[in-house]
């Protein structure tokens, strides 16, 4: 669950991170350049980033719809990963 919060925390930023190197690489980085920033449109986009990372990642998800999860166990002295077994 950490994860994915950190990987969303990650994308929501992602905005703010390019326009910093925008402001570092024109040589405005002053606290009047981030006084002015356009807060509202990064905010927006920092949004829209972080949706599209949720529906990127529900997509690449290979677990079948329907299934019942599987918890780790062990069997016959070895460790079985927790699974999604497919609906019968």
């Known amino acids: 669950m950490i994860r994915i919060i950190f ?3 990650i994308l929501f930023l992602l905005p703010f991170l390019v326009y910093a190197g925008y402001l570092f690489l024109t040589n405005k980085m002053h606290r009047k350049a981030w006084i002015d920033a356009p807060r509202y449109w990064l905010v ?3 949004l829209v980033v972080s949706v599209f990372g949720f529906l ?6 290979n ?3 329907g299934g019942t999860y599987v918890p780790a166990h062990m069997e016959n002295g070895k460790l079985i ?3 999604i077994k ?3």
Do not use: D, K, R, V
């Open 44 to 46: 927006i986009a920092g």
């Open 56 to 61: 990127f990642m529900s997509q690449i998800n």
């Open 63 to 65: 677990n079948p719809l």
């Open 7 to 9: 990987t969303q925390l």
């Open 86 to 88: 497919a609906p019968e």
């Open 81 to 83: 990963p927790g699974q």
